[in-house]
């Protein structure tokens, strides 16, 4: 028998104070390290709804002395955004309408116009969606106020705006004036400076950002939809909410002029690369929510959610609506 085997043994099968403390400040290095990337994942995505709030308020602002308001557009990347920008509003189409409009019959829910722009070139037709009929007092002619905005299809087509609510039971088209009318066409923003590009490791998650409590509806998710643009009117409400912004786009779904409040999922870049519950479920996650009447800007907590469903989608955005107050 050797007589140091046991005792080595029993040494070699532990482990000294020294290698304990250095496997504890090993451990507590880690552990400051996780917590310290929380913490500026969580105040980078507040830090990106603070900004983006301020870029509405701003917004706002400018449209209250605009008569064609003001707009910010937002750049899509599929499911996600980290851009936006100011947008030029550009002014009026102005022009006169063809002797075709009004049509003969009053029931039809559509009508053709051939619109002979005065002040833009025919092909600029092709950014307009709405449109106003009317007629300036001149030697001769009776002066007609301005029409309520109807849809505009260009190149040509008029309908009423169920976005607004005009059906057959509640909107006429203009009574029929000699000489006929002038008409005005609103246009689509286009893309102007840079506004912000979001912190790091922070984007808008458009999957569960749209409007409304229901987010299977056209404008209840904002993913997939191109460019989108929140626009302003002249007194500081929320005039259209767009998708395929891009003069490039095809537009297969006007404008909406909302009704209920835009949501906006601010989310941290590790919350979305989660393939379970994600954003949905994180508590770093912030809403920004826009009341389109009054163009009221709120920030509220994301209450986290156990499910992607549209009921839980449903259940944060009521949370968001109802103010959830923003977390430390």
């Not at 100011?86 to 053709?112: C, K, Q, W």
Request: proline residues 8%.
């Amino acid at each position: 028998m050797k007589p140091h085997s046991a005792p080595y043994r029993r040494a070699a099968s532990g482990f000294t104070l020294v290698e304990l403390l250095v496997v504890a400040s090993i451990i507590a290095v880690l552990f400051a390290l996780i917590a310290s990337g929380t913490r500026q994942s969580s105040g980078n995505v507040r830090l990106a709804a603070r900004q983006f709030a301020s870029l509405l308020l701003a917004c706002q602002s400018r449209a209250l002395s605009s008569e064609a308001g003001a707009a910010l557009i937002i750049e899509s990347e599929g499911e996600r955004a980290t851009t936006v920008f100011n947008a030029d509003t550009l002014p009026f189409i102005e022009g006169a309408a063809g002797d075709e409009f009004p049509p003969s019959d009053p029931a039809v829910p559509s009508a053709t116009v051939a619109v002979t722009p005065t002040n833009a070139a025919p092909q600029e037709l092709t950014g307009g969606y709405r449109i106003q009929f009317y007629r300036e007092p001149e030697d001769g002619k009776l002066a007609v106020p301005p029409s309520a905005w109807m849809q505009f299809n260009p190149p040509g087509t008029v309908t009423f705006r169920g976005d607004n609510s005009q059906t057959q039971a509640n909107t006429i088209w203009p009574p029929p004036v000699e000489g006929g009318y002038e008409v005005r066409i609103a246009r689509y923003p286009a893309r102007a400076d840079l506004a912000l590009t979001l912190p790091k490791g922070v984007a808008i998650d458009l999957r569960y950002s749209g409007t409304g409590d229901d987010p299977t509806t056209t404008w209840g998710g904002l993913a997939n939809k191109g460019d989108l643009a929140v626009a302003f009117d002249g007194i500081g409400g929320v005039h259209a909410l767009m998708q395929q912004v891009k003069a490039t786009a095809t537009r297969a779904v006007q404008p909406l002029l909302p009704r209920e409040p835009i949501y906006f999922l601010f989310s941290s870049e590790a919350d979305l690369a989660d393939a379970s519950l994600g954003p949905l479920a994180s508590e770093r996650s912030l809403w920004v929510v826009i009341q389109p009447q009054t163009g009221r800007v709120t920030i509220s907590s994301n209450v986290p959610q156990s499910a992607v469903t549209p009921q839980a989608v449903r259940a944060a955005r009521s949370k968001a609506r109802a103010g959830a107050a923003l977390g430390k």
